[in-house]
Each structure stands twice: as C-alpha cells, then as structure tokens.
C-alpha cells in the first residue's frame, strides 16, 4: 500500500485494542487511516481486562505476536504516554504439579523468559501466604498496562498524528470493498479492516457464524486490601490450565485430572485466578469464563465468592474490600486470531482468544501485510 490524496489507504473499524493496533502500524508505515468507532471512547473489552501483556505464557503464533507486540506498547510508553511497567510476572506454585509445570516451561523457554523462584523468592517478589508454597517463577518480559487509560491515550496519539482521522459515535452499518457506510454518511479507502471485536456477528454475521464466534463472559472484582502493594502480575495454579505454553506441559494435565476430582467448581467456572494491582492501589482479580453467543446479563454472587475465597488464601488474608464488579467480554472461537478476507478490499480481524492486550500491536502488522 502507498499513500496519496484522496480516499485514505486505510480504514479501520473499530477502537478498541485491536484497531487501534491497525492505526498505530498504518501510521509508522506512512499511510493515511480513518478510525471508526460507534461510541465515544472504548468501554469493550480493552478497558475491562487485567492490562497484562501475558507474553511468555502464549505459544506458537500468540508467543511470537506478543513478543513483538512488546516492543510497541514500550514504544507508546515513550510517545503516547501510556502507563507501561516492565515488572514481568509472577506465577505461583502451590502443589507438585504446579511447580512441575513451571519446571518444564523453564526447560523449554530458558532463562531470558522464565526464571524459577524458591519458594523465599517468591515471597520476597509479591506478599502471598507461605502455607502450601512450592515455589515459582518468573516471567521477566510480561508487563503491565493501565488499561483504563491506555486504549484513550493512544487515540488521544493518533489523533496527533498527520494523515490520521479519529471518527467517534459515528455507527458502521456496512462495508463493502473500498466503501464503509455509516450513520453519518459513507466513507472511501483503499483498504478497510474491521476489529468489532464481540460484536463482529453486528455487522458481519456469516463471517461470525463461520468462524462459530460466541461472548466469553467474565466476573471480575477490584479489591482493596489495606497496605498491599504487588508490582508484577500474580498468576496461579489455574491459569496454567489456561495459558497454552503452561497448559500443554504433562504436569499441567495432571494438575487438571486432580483438580476435576478434588476442585471440580474451580474448572465448572473456567476460573483463571490472578492479580493485578491498579496504579491507584486496588487489585483487579478474577476471572471466571462463561460461552454463550448472547450470554444473560446476569451475574453470579456465588462466583464471585469463589474468587474471593481464592484470593483470600492465596493473600493469607482476610480484609478484602469490594470496591467494583464488573463483566469482562472478548470474541471467543477456535483457535487464536480470526483473519478473514471479507471482499476484495475488506478483511474482518478479531483476537479469539481473549489476549487482545498481549497481540494486538504483533497481529497488525502481520495483517496489513496480508493487505
């Protein structure tokens, strides 16, 4: 693609993570690109997540967009001003298996991503209960975003940007090859690129459908705990049954047969227990996973206790304060990232997989490649 007068080489539709990604690319390639958005700022999934750039923890394809996904959010670090940390992870071993797994991720990564706590070691990183501790790792090249923030001040970037049109409550109700149409009238690029995210069956639902898309809600809590402060995200036994690279390690499938006997809610509820801490102080914890392609819009007390329950014992700690709920969502379907060419100038990209946050900036520019 190269740039001219006229229609921009590039529109994206959509403003959360995964498009913004697409304009951040389209932009150190020199390219014109309109960014579409239906609300007034992100409020999907880019805003509701644990703002962890789960890097070490991916594999395959994932592994290899969230390393170079990396260097970017550093990169927007510096120019546009978002609350990067490079504090790694935590993953904490509370069992035989778990540690186990860990041993195996350490043998097959080495020690530029993976580096084996002592159970003191762990202790000494993130203040959890010693009770049960086996020890640890840590994941040096993981970081941490503020979330909240971020998806607002890499718009607020762009927009600063020559070539780059920000378009805000502004509804697409179709695209079709070199055209979007829209609530406020049609607009004309080279090439468009739709990132709905969850909503990608509104707007193009036979792609949706054959991909078999579906919501992935999430429970989630922001907790207070007097005192408290954890640099790096904090990991468990559960999200090494979620976290490929952990969860394909034989360790990791013993952990799961046990657990189906010994802790079957904590697998009903596909919990991934973790934490992450707030630039304010508070924890963000969860997260439990429900499929459905229109989930109820309900809640469920009992699982929030159970996350509770979980932090409480892995804090070694009682006075937790409840100070948020809310639901998470992402596009969920087989596999990891769905790339699919719509018509000839038009290609929907959604992350399938919930790791919008760790991918996005390494999907780009694999996609605009494809263009």
């Keep these: 693609m190269t740039s001219s007068s006229g ?36 409020v999907g999934a880019s805003v509701r997540n644990f703002g962890h750039a789960c890097i070490t923890a991916q594999a395959g394809e994932a592994h290899t967009f969230a390393r170079r996904a990396r260097g ?102 179709g695209v079709e090859d070199g055209l979007v149409r829209t609530g406020r009238g049609d607009l004309r690029a080279r090439h468009v690129v739709v ?80 934490l992450t801490q707030l630039p304010g102080g508070d924890l963000v914890v969860g997260d439990t996973h429900a499929y459905a392609a229109t989930p109820d819009p309900w809640s469920q007390e009992a699982l929030d206790e159970l996350l509770l329950a979980e932090t409480r014992t892995l804090l070694g700690r009682d006075d937790l304060a409840v100070v948020r709920r809310w639901q998470g969502v992402y596009a969920s379907a087989a596999g990891e990232f769905l790339r699919a060419r719509v018509a000839p100038g038009v290609t929907a990209v959604a992350v399938t997989s919930g790791i919008g946050m760790t991918t996005a900036f390494g999907l780009a520019p694999a996609v605009l490649d494809s263009l």
Excluded: F, K
Aim: glycine letters at 8%; charged letters at 25%.
């Design 195 to 274: 990132c709905a995210g969850h909503d990608l069956d509104r707007l193009l639902p036979e792609v949706a459908d054959e991909a078999g898309m579906q919501r992935c809600l999430l429970q989630m809590l922001q907790v207070r705990v007097p005192g408290l402060r954890i640099a790096p995200a904090v990991l468990t036994g559960s999200s090494m049954l979620r976290y490929p690279a952990l969860a394909g390690t034989d360790s990791a499938r013993a952990l799961r047969r046990r657990w189906a006997a010994e802790r079957p809610e904590m697998l009903d509820a596909v919990v991934n227990h973790m």
């Design 72 to 173: 970017t959010w550093l990169r927007m670090a510096r120019e546009a001003g978002v609350g990067v940390q490079e504090c790694g992870t935590v993953v904490v071993a509370r069992s035989e298996e778990e540690a186990a797994a860990l041993d195996e991720l350490a043998a097959t990564r080495g020690a530029e991503e993976v580096r084996l706590l002592t159970p003191a070691e762990v202790t000494a990183a993130v203040p959890v209960a010693v009770e049960g501790l086996h020890g640890g790792a840590l994941l040096p090249l993981d970081l941490r975003v503020d979330q909240r923030r971020a998806a607002g001040a890499i718009a607020e970037w762009l927009a600063a940007q020559p070539g780059v049109r920000m378009l805000w409550s502004t509804p697409v109700l």
């Design 7 to 42: 229609p921009a080489d590039l529109i994206v539709v959509g403003a959360g993570i995964v498009g913004l990604a697409h304009a951040v690319e389209a932009v150190a390639r020199g390219l014109s690109v309109t960014v579409v958005e239906r609300d007034e700022r992100a």
